[in-house]
T-cell receptor
């Protein structure tokens, strides 16, 4: 079984809708991250969390929010989706050693 | 500002060694060099990391120059499955706090049959 899972894997939504992307991990890591990737570009950090009570903004947090429901779960919400949020979204986890382990990604299309 | 620079793309013949260079001339003494790869829109996969000594694992070898300003990732016998984008990253380890990790655009390695 995969250590880091993301649901859904693919999602099509309409402008203005609120959607949630979910991430779960079985690695026992405290650190969790949300990234987005646009075609031809690298990964950009949206939010990160070092434990259940810790939430931090990344480079591009506007239009997004997160919830750390438990050590193993970290959800990303798009409050009111817009077309330029169409992207590939990755969740990642890390232990204290900084090596990051990524989920398979969620492909989001906002019409 | 990018901490690392990598060639945009490289080709390698199947079965040959793939040598992927990375420059990190502003690396700090406590920063490690990490390599990840991303196969066709899958989640990036950790490959290897090192501080100053050369490192080898089941996937690859990492050669770091003595001045630590550059490194080379070596895939000893490239296969078609190694076709991917390879990211070289520098980051502090055991930081106790968030260290910005910039993935950049990496090197697209194409393994040719």
């Amino acid at each position: 079984d995969a250590d880091v899972t993301q649901t859904p894997r693919n999602r099509i939504t309409k402008t203005g809708k609120r959607i949630m992307l979910e991430c779960s991990q079985t690695k026992g890591h405290d650190r969790m991250y949300w990234y987005r990737q646009d075609p031809g570009l690298g990964l950009r950090l949206i939010y990160y969390s070092f434990d259940v009570k810790d939430i931090n903004k990344g480079e591009i947090s506007d239009g997004y929010s997160v919830s750390r429901q438990a050590q193993a779960k970290f959800s990303l919400s798009l409050e009111s989706a817009i077309p330029n949020q169409t992207a590939l979204y990755f969740c990642a986890t890390a232990g204290t050693q900084e090596t990051q382990y990524f989920g398979p990604g969620t492909r989001l299309l906002v019409l | 500002d990018a901490k690392t620079t990598q060639p945009t793309s490289m080709d390698c013949a199947e079965g040959r060694a793939a040598n992927l260079p990375c420059n990190h001339s502003t690396i700090s003494g406590n920063e490690y060099v990490y390599w990840y790869r991303q196969i066709h829109s899958q989640g990036p996969q950790y490959i290897i990391h090192g501080l100053k000594n050369n490192e080898t694992n089941e996937m690859a070898s990492l050669i770091i120059t003595e001045d630590r300003k550059s490194s080379t990732l070596i895939l000893p016998h490239a296969t078609l499955r190694d076709t991917a984008v390879y990211y070289c990253i520098v980051s502090v380890r055991n930081s106790g706090g968030y260290q910005k990790v910039t993935f950049g655009t990496g090197t697209k390695l194409q393994v040719i049959p």
